[in-house]
């Protein structure tokens, strides 16, 4: 026959089988859960810096429409700056390291409307337009080189 004290230590032991064994779920459930946000968060930089690269890439495209424009209503047909915009938030946003890039060139696409407008309307010169232009393609290299630099980081 057991006495009472065996029987509260196998109580005891059932309980707290179960309970360890209850406890030991909602762990692994809580890991699996972080594993999966960690996942989807490396998966949501990976796809914004993919969408900074193609933003880098459409920005250069129209840099190129605007300084063949010849005409003011050409050069609002070519549209302003908005791919420096979306540069600059994507860096603002998700890459802390690439922001100052970012930023400056977001900048210097804004000084190339500006400068093409001034061309077309006689107020600068051509070298005046060519140097901003310059200034614009230094910060681009400037900004591809940062993008390459922690691509690992963030893809």
């Known amino acids: 026959d057991m006495d009472i004290n065996e029987t509260i230590l196998i109580g005891t032991l059932t309980a707290g089988s179960a309970l360890f064994g209850s406890l030991m779920g909602e762990l692994l459930k ?6 999966e946000h960690r996942k989807q968060r490396k998966d949501l930089i990976r796809a914004k810096y ?37 540069i600059e938030t994507l860096a603002n946003l998700y890459f ?26 006689g107020s600068i010169s051509s070298t005046e ?14 900004l591809e080189t940062a993008v390459i ?5 963030y893809t």
């Open 149 to 153: 630099k922690y691509s690992s980081k």
């Open 129 to 142: 337009a060519d140097s901003v232009i310059e200034a614009a393609r230094d910060a681009r290299i400037d």
């Open 50 to 86: 993919e969408e900074l690269a193609e933003r880098i890439s459409d920005s250069h495209e129209w840099v190129e429409a605007v300084i063949r424009t010849s005409s003011p209503e050409e050069l609002l047909e070519a549209g302003t700056a908005r791919y420096g915009r979306r």
């Open 30 to 35: 809580m890991l699996r859960v972080s594993i």
């Open 96 to 121: 802390k390291k690439i922001r100052s890039a970012a930023t400056k060139y977001s900048s210097e696409l804004n000084s190339i409307y500006s400068s093409q407008h001034k061309f077309l309307n």
